[in-house]
């Protein structure tokens, strides 16, 4: 058996040795290449747009205005929202950055040298800038995850303890490492597109939808990605204006967007204030929870932004009630940025109790833990799995928890002051319907076929092992093929649900696969799997063996040969749907912290993280710690560093650059301290949960929460810069 093992990454080696094709690599025969001209106001309308000097640069094939851009139609609603507007509809400007012209020429030089000579003129407006504009419109979100159960108001008033603060986290910029690209080519009527993209059926059906051709004229690959982080979960303008230009200049088109256009093309996670309010008994009860969040959003967007929709099951408290709401700015589009929603609220929720446990006396796991939900808070119904106890036990050996001295600044190794901070995380679950095919060859190989994508995740390696382990093949028997539109339908890699999802319909596949082998042998007298069951089967050794006698089958080769057959393929779908017996659950998980604080100079050093993860059955022990360890380091940033700075006349992203905008390099990274824990989960149908977001949710509390250790002092605005330390 192959699940559980630290496999190494079977993708590895086209990486390594530059093999693995990603969308910036893509080049197609006859390409010409696009240069995108933006804005440089952040509201307003084009006045004059002249094109004539670009036109006549050498190599230039066309250049694409609002003025002469072909309509086209309005984009569909996705389960994550619509597309951002496009933005070559009309002359409005709706944020610094927007996309006013494309560039297409016959080299990436031709096409940006001629983008400068673009002479575009506005007629300005007032740019709309911060939470708190005058001119701002305030809007209650209208995805309609505001909830109020029992009595808030009435449980604050009558609290022993009450407890109101507010917390700020500046807008994040995903950032990933691969500068997201796309190719386009119409092939006769068909749309070929090479995108980095974290939903290729999505994109399909957007592009098919806007371009108005059927979806199966539509094919998008991505067989990698070079890192999403949720960017790639919409389909941005770029991605129209290069099958747009592809089509009017009549020959492939390839556009890959600089650095700085990443910070204003591809989203980010919007800036957010969220005020918690908290009832509670002297002996650490929760009695109420208020929480409201307030996040930026586009000026004409409708992008899903719900931080406190997981408010309502993170603890057992009677009484909750919370409040989404969004402020319409003139900003670049905010999008998806991993652990959207879980990472803002876990910050407030969990800083609020580490300061309720220290003005009460209580020790801060031990106030979650006396308010744990053994059941779900809300439907009462058990969970499907929740080791989140476990969670704090573990954590808590490991990481030396119970010998603190938990008086603020009382631990020093020299001049430093020495923190030491915790937070619980409770992370939603997610999980979509899938589909997937299996085939046998005749050379005894299997091969999976999905329109999954693989982020960087690991979908490549636990795939392989899955599909191994069901059919009794070895890894290096399984070969599997995803990032591509055209195979069977999957879900988004984002939302932590692929996993789960995908591992899903493998499951189906290879027991419909089982099922198939044992039709065709099912009147075989020469088959010793002659009118067997799938049930009176197990999959082992390259073939079918009796489960009550492992010493009677046949491979699979033997069975296509004698039956002269090339392959067999067999077809698997999940779908999920609510249970009248258990409340789905999500990972859970602890993160406790060290960090050290220069008490001269306000110097902040974390110095040690350790993260107890409720993943319910690993598939790749591995993959899955990398997947916690890439969150730990997010988190870092979330907390430290991470800031993207407009400039309030402008509307400018003033630090687009990552020699401006500040990440976690390997001098901030401590070793990350890794323990999984729980049991597979009941309600999945391969026991999985989601991984590839849980792992960055709750750090910055635990930074913040050590930081007041070791200071003294509560920070409550991320991230956490040097000023706010001296």
């Excluded at 009435?154 to 690209?181: C, K, M, Q, R």
């Excluded at 990605?225 to 979960?233: P, S, T």
């Excluded at 070791?710 to 605005?717: E, L, P, S």
Aim: aromatic content about 6%; hydrophobic content about 45%.
């Amino acid at each position: 058996m192959s699940v559980g093992l630290p496999l190494d990454r079977v993708d590895g080696p086209v990486k390594v040795t530059g093999a693995a094709r990603y969308p910036s690599d893509v080049s197609l025969p006859g390409q010409a290449h696009a240069a995108l001209v933006r804005s440089t106001i952040a509201a307003g309308r084009i006045s004059r747009i002249d094109t004539s000097r670009a036109l006549a640069a050498p190599g230039v094939l066309a250049v694409l205005t609002h003025e002469n851009a072909p309509a086209l139609a309005e984009a569909p609603m996705t389960a994550l929202g619509p597309p951002p507007r496009f933005p070559l509809a009309d002359d409005r400007i709706v944020h610094f950055g927007q996309h006013v012209a494309v560039v297409v020429a016959g080299t990436p030089q031709q096409a940006t040298a001629a983008a400068d000579l673009v002479d575009v003129e506005y007629e300005r407006s007032e740019a709309v800038l911060g939470l708190d504009h005058p001119s701002a419109v305030v809007e209650r979100n209208a995805w309609g995850f505001d909830v109020e159960h029992g009595d808030p108001a009435g449980a604050l008033a009558s609290a022993e303890v009450v407890y109101d603060e507010t917390f700020t986290i500046a807008p994040e910029t995903n950032n990933p490492l691969g500068l997201f690209a796309t190719a386009a080519a119409w092939e006769g009527g068909r749309l070929v597109v090479h995108d980095s993209t974290q939903w290729p059926v999505m994109t399909r059906r957007t592009l098919a939808a806007v371009f108005g051709v059927v979806e199966q004229d539509v094919r998008v690959l991505v067989p990698y990605l070079g890192g999403g982080f949720g960017a790639g979960l919409r389909t941005w303008p770029h991605t129209i204006l290069t099958a747009l230009a592809a089509r009017v200049v009549e020959r492939p088109v390839k556009l890959v967007l600089t650095r700085p256009q990443m910070f204003t093309s591809t989203g980010h996670r919007a800036e957010s204030r969220q005020r918690l309010r908290i009832g509670a008994t002297a002996d650490g009860r929760l009695l109420a929870l208020d929480h409201d969040s307030t996040a930026a959003v586009g000026a004409v967007e409708a992008n899903l932004s719900a931080i406190v929709m997981g408010t309502g099951h993170m603890y057992d408290c009677p009484n909750v009630a919370t409040h989404d709401r969004q402020v319409r700015l003139t900003i670049p589009n905010p999008g998806f940025m991993r652990a959207p929603g879980h990472a803002e609220a876990n910050f407030a929720v969990e800083s609020a109790l580490d300061e309720l446990a220290h003005r009460l006396g209580i020790d801060p796991v031990d106030l979650r833990l006396r308010n744990h939900a053994d059941v779900h808070p809300r439907s009462r119904l058990p969970w499907s799995s929740n080791a989140l106890r476990e969670c704090y036990r573990v954590g808590a050996e490991r990481f030396g928890w119970h010998g603190r001295n938990p008086e603020p600044r009382s631990t020093r190794d020299g001049h430093w002051l020495v923190g030491h901070g915790m937070a619980g995380v409770t992370f939603g679950w997610y999980a979509d319907s899938c589909q997937a095919t299996l085939s046998v060859t005749d050379d005894g190989t299997a091969v999976l076929r999905s329109a999954a994508t693989d982020v960087g995740t690991g979908t490549y390696t636990i795939s392989t092992q899955l599909t191994a382990d069901l059919l009794g093949l070895g890894t290096g028997q399984v070969r599997v093929e995803i990032g591509d539109s055209d195979l069977p339908p999957a879900p988004q890699s984002g939302g932590s649900g692929l996993a789960v999802a995908l591992s899903g319909a493998i499951r189906a596949a290879a027991g419909n696969l089982v099922a198939a082998f044992l039709a065709v042998v099912a009147d075989d007298e020469r088959s010793p799997l002659r009118g067997r069951k799938p049930d009176e089967v197990v999959a082992a050794d390259g073939g079918l063996r009796l489960r009550t006698g492992p010493e009677v089958g046949e491979r699979y080769t033997d069975v296509l040969a004698r039956h002269g057959l090339t392959e067999l393929t067999a077809h698997g779908e999940i779908s999920f749907a609510e249970d009248a017996e258990m409340a789905r659950a999500g990972a859970f998980g602890a993160q406790f912290v060290e960090v050290r604080v220069d008490e001269d100079l306000g110097v902040l050093r974390v110095a040690r993280v350790v993260s107890v993860v409720d993943g319910g059955r690993v598939l790749n022990a591995k993959t899955a710690r990398s997947q916690i360890i890439g969150g730990v380091v997010m988190g870092i940033g979330m907390a430290l560093f991470e800031d993207a700075v407009f400039d309030a006349d402008t509307g400018r992203v003033a630090n687009a650059t990552l020699g401006d905008y500040l990440l976690p390099v390997n001098a901030d990274v401590p070793d990350v301290d890794v323990t999984f824990v729980g049991e597979p989960d009941r309600y999945s149908p391969t026991g999985v949960k989601g991984l590839g977001e849980v792992g960055l949710v709750g750090v910055a509390a635990a930074i913040a929460n050590a930081v007041h250790h070791a200071t003294g002092r509560r920070i409550r605005d991320l991230p956490i810069t040097l000023d706010k330390m001296l």
